[in-house]
Nanobody, 126 residues
Framework: QVQLVESGGGLVQAGGSLRLSCAAS????????MGWFRQAPGKEREFVAT????????NYADSVKGRFTISRDNAKNTVYLQMNSLKTEDTAVYYC???????????????????WGQGTQVTVSS
């Protein structure tokens, strides 16, 4: 069983930046692909970014490409999401997730991910 705890969310003005962290425990973190997803009020949870087990490969939703960066530190069992040039439409609860399949980073569907954190709220004001 893998436990995930997100942190770093908050309130920020449009154009600002935030860095989310997701600390993992209870599994072999360095073997897993990791992902970030988000869910805005009244909307379905959607893909944001994924990263391969060694950090060598990443994938991004078109809506965040060029603004967000996913990274990981396997020594710290932590994955990050650096969010720059934030827009009001980025407001959502952000979730990190584990894919036990090493190729999970190639997927953007929720079904590819086995464990989820509780989420952290990001609110971008205009």
């Amino acid at each position: 069983q893998v436990q995930l705890v997100e942190s770093g969310g908050g309130l920020v003005q449009a154009g600002g930046s935030l860095r989310l962290s997701c600390a993992a425990s209870g599994g072999t973190f360095s073997m897993y692909a990791m992902g970030w997803f988000r869910q805005a009020p009244g909307k379905e949870r959607e893909f944001v970014a994924t990263i391969s087990w060694n950090g060598g490969n990443t994938n991004y939703a078109d809506s965040v490409k060029g603004r967000f960066t996913i990274s990981r530190d396997n020594a710290k069992n932590t994955v990050y999401l650096q969010m720059n040039s934030l827009k009001t439409e980025d407001t959502a609860v952000y979730y990190c997730a584990v894919a036990r399949n090493r190729n999970g980073w190639l997927r953007s569907d929720l079904n590819a991910f086995d464990y989820w954190g509780q989420g952290t709220q990001v609110t971008v004001s205009s």
